[in-house]
């Protein structure tokens, strides 16, 4: 669509906010759903947006906010017992080995997905697609 204003940002916050989160999550087992302020903080940032791609989580999202589309993809990669395990096989340094003897035991995790913006000059269509 012609004049629309597209922000394609990573979406992460300081680590002062991201990394409890991040942590918190781990030690729920994936039970604690963290950054469930990230698109309303992305829409602070670019108020004047019209689509706000962001990644980061990898969790799929896709909602308006304040007028705003907020989309974000997922991950091709995502943390669950089997890719756990296989990263533990490659010897990782001791820091994350611990983080992943915790991960490893995850019971709520994200499936993977790609999502996809088509734009036209009529309209926006974001659309998420499992893998």
């Not at 089997?82 to 003897?101: I, N, S, V």
């Not at 088509?118 to 998420?128: A, C, T, Y």
Request: charged share 25%; glycine share 8%; proline share 7%.
């Amino acid at each position: 669509m012609e004049g629309q204003r597209i922000v394609v940002v990573h979406g992460h916050r300081s680590r002062w906010i991201e990394e409890p989160q991040t942590l918190l999550w781990t030690l729920s087992l994936g039970y604690f759903r963290p950054h469930g302020a990230l698109p309303r903080s992305l829409r602070r940032r670019f108020p004047n947006a019209d689509v706000i791609v962001y990644g980061h989580t990898h969790r799929a999202h896709m909602r308006k906010v304040e007028g705003a589309l907020l989309f974000n993809p997922g991950g091709v990669h995502q943390w669950n017992p089997t890719t756990t395990k296989r990263r533990l096989a490659q010897r990782p340094g001791w820091f994350e080995w611990c983080w992943l003897q915790v991960a490893r035991h995850l019971r709520r995790y994200e499936a993977p997905s790609v999502g996809v913006l088509e734009i036209d000059q009529d309209r926006i269509l974001p659309r998420i697609i499992g893998l």
